[in-house]
């Protein structure tokens, strides 16, 4: 299994890096067998012309896994992306956006992916045989390094749409990643990933969530106030240390957590690929009350309307959800 196979590696393949935030303690990274898949260019992108009523469509595609653990109100991957696609199309201040929603495995077919402007993945991981990655198997039916077969091709073809320039919205669970070409996968992609080898935590509590202030310019951050709920929060993240393409954009704090006090931690980032792409990443969207929180779903629907390549309108994307949903 791919943490067998990173445990035993020499002293000589391993790269120590911080966890990305101010005050987030060191931790041990073995990623050299990944970061040498990578070019670690330089970078930011700057917003897009804004898209007036009448302008192309841009369509933002949602995979779901299916709720194949938890108890009722958290991982409810298709209720909060549906609801989180509807906010989009309804908007009353952003125009231009049509969505599907796919459940379970992302269609077989890559030509119904084609044209995305975004593929947005919030599921389980790929570390269980009895969970669902919209795109990766279960490492445990794979060698934990790569792909074979049509698994391979099809995952290429993926590749290709975001070389193309396809955004990459990743939330919560589905940002740990198992096998070795899945984590490359996500390195290219949006610039980091969960592992779950010794340093990275997924706390459920209380958190504080505080907008950084070098970042506050950053169009994702648009109508962003600090905000408190309850959530469970992937954090320590997995990635290259001062990566001019990755944008820090919320730090997360807990007293009160099943894990004990963490932060301030990143819980949050922007990406900008050299190929003109985006991706953007939040280690939240567990609990789905959290939705009812004004500026966590501005901050979820803000990031993928830029994955997205929209411009993002002043204040923040607007919408507005029923106390039932």
């Known amino acids: 299994m791919a943490e067998k196979n990173l445990n035993s590696m020499s002293s000589k393949t391993r790269c120590s890096f911080r966890a990305g935030s101010r005050g987030a303690d060191s931790f041990l990274l073995y990623c050299v067998a990944i970061l040498a898949l990578l070019g670690l260019g330089a970078g930011r992108g700057m917003a897009q012309e804004a ?9 933002i595609i949602f995979l779901a896994g299916p709720k194949d653990h938890a108890p009722a109100g958290r991982h409810e991957y298709e209720k909060d992306l549906r609801l989180l696609a509807e906010c989009l199309e309804n908007s009353p201040n952003l125009h231009g956006v049509s969505t599907k929603v796919y459940l379970g495995k992302a269609p077989q077919d890559i030509s119904e992916l084609k044209g995305a402007a975004a593929f947005v ?3 389980s991981s790929d570390a269980r045989t009895n969970e669902t990655h919209p795109l990766f198997p279960p490492s445990p039916t794979t060698d934990g390094r790569s792909y074979k077969g049509e698994t391979a091709a099809y995952l290429n073809e993926f590749d290709k749409l975001v070389k193309a320039g396809a955004g990459v919205v990743v939330l919560h669970y589905a940002i740990q990643a198992q096998n070795w ?3 490359s996968y996500y390195m290219n992609w949006v610039g980091g990933l969960w592992t ?3 340093y990275s935590q997924n706390p459920l509590g209380i958190w504080n969530i505080s907008p950084v202030e070098s970042s506050k310019q950053h169009p994702i951050l648009r109508g962003v106030h600090p905000f408190t709920y309850a959530d469970e929060i992937f954090c320590k993240f997995m990635g ?3 990566d001019a393409k990755r944008t820090e954009l919320v730090m997360a704090t807990t007293t009160n957590s099943n894990q004990g006090a963490v932060g301030p931690t990143v819980a949050s980032w922007a990406y900008q690929r050299d190929n003109g792409g985006r991706g953007f990443v939040y280690g939240g969207v567990d609990v789905h009350a959290a939705m009812q ?4 779903r501005r901050l979820l629907l803000n990031g993928i309307a830029w994955a997205a390549q929209m411009e993002i309108p002043e204040g923040g994307v607007q919408s507005s959800i029923r106390k039932d949903q």
């Open 293 to 296: 929180t004004e500026d966590y």
């Open 121 to 123: 993945i919030l599921s």
């Open 51 to 59: 898209a007036p009523k009448g302008a192309a469509t841009k369509q």
């Open 196 to 198: 779950p080898e010794g």
């Open 181 to 183: 070409k899945a984590r």
């Open 240 to 242: 290259p240390m001062m």
